[in-house]
């Protein structure tokens, strides 16, 4: 589980975990039941039942559907996380964003703006900004 304290995510990319390797492209729609890591590039769709990670490497073009899905990396699109959004304050996203709930670092760039330089606007339950890894402001 993702805690609101504290960003990490219990991804294992040993455990049960599918992993884009960094230098790969993938086009199209990829599917999982399990945890997906993404260090590569993705241009399409990307759906997971678990929790997905892209990595400061990872880029995803396109729709991205999961139950918890952390950014470090690029993202742009569309994305929705059943239950938790967490933008880290390596990623830049620009995205249309719909989620239970969302954590973005401060530093992460969300449409064009840097956080929390710049106010944006959200249709979320709740919204929390971080300093780097945990600390709730």
Known sequence: ???TKNTKSNINEDNHSTVISEGTIFEGKIQSTGNLVIQGKIHGYVVARSKIHISETGIVEGIITGEEIRISGRAQGKIQAERVL???HT???NAT???EKLLIEDGADVN???IPESPIDFAFGRIIVFEQIGNER
């Open 1 to 3: 589980m993702i805690e």
């Open 86 to 88: 967490i933008i880290t």
């Open 91 to 93: 990623a830049k996203v």
């Open 97 to 99: 964003l719909k989620s």
């Open 112 to 114: 064009n703006k840097k």
